[in-house]
């Protein structure tokens, strides 16, 4: 049985880690995979789905990850972002 592609639409973001996304990208809080939820404490700093982000730096060694996040910026562990994922936005290029 051959797999088939389902077409997405030109206007689909794509899902991705947010640990995967690049210094300077935005991206928007998609709804956790199945099975997982978004910690109550980055809910309580306002993680929820639909929200915009964008990864501002990384230390050195990588850990932690500078977030800003409804107009202010945080540092979190790798750890505690684990498991979120976003919804990338097109980069100025097409991307």
Do not use: N, S, W
């Not at 956790?32 to 993680?47: K, Q």
Request: glycine share 10%; net charge positive; proline share 12%.
């Amino acid at each position: 049985m051959q797999k088939r592609e389902i077409p997405r639409p030109a206007t689909a973001r794509a899902v991705m880690p947010l640990l995967a996304l690049a210094v300077g990208r935005r991206a928007r809080l998609a709804e956790p995979p199945p099975g997982r939820e978004i910690p109550g404490r980055l809910g309580d700093l306002g993680f929820t789905p639909g929200t915009e982000l964008r990864v501002v730096r990384r230390a050195p060694l990588g850990d932690p990850v500078e977030i800003e996040i409804r107009g202010y910026r945080l540092c979190l562990r790798l750890e505690q972002l684990d498991g979120l994922v976003v919804e990338a936005e097109p980069r100025e290029d097409g991307r």
